[in-house]
């Protein structure tokens, strides 16, 4: 069984606020990401797969078709976004790198028969890194 991981860039602005939390809570909580008028970060975005060796191509993902399902369900629509306004779930949940993770994982997993029609591979984990020092990662079992 394999894990391959193809790793991905995009860029999109945010401003992590819970609204069922003072401002002085979430200033203290959020730092620098409750900045009234936003601002940006360039993600990193690894997404595995997961599968058996296919011994007719010695493969076990491949990767164009999951980069052609990367690109149309999740960079089309996160790249150079505001995150709080332009992705509807961020309507009611702070776009922290979690909930980002999470996003993903869902919109991945919905579409991902569309670009695996088989048994395998499968949706391993999704990976995000805001920026160099924090990384969040996300199981697909662990998606609901
Ligand atoms: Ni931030």
New binding site residues.
Partial sequence: MFRVTRRYRFSAS?R?HAPELDDAQNQRLYG??NHPFG?G?NYVLDVSARGPLDPATGRAADPEALDALVGRHVLAAFDHRNLNVEIPAFASAVPTSENLALEIGRRLKDNWNTAFPGEWPRLDTVRIA?TGKNIFEIRADEIE
């Fill in positions: 945010h992590l620098k990401c601002h970060h805001e």
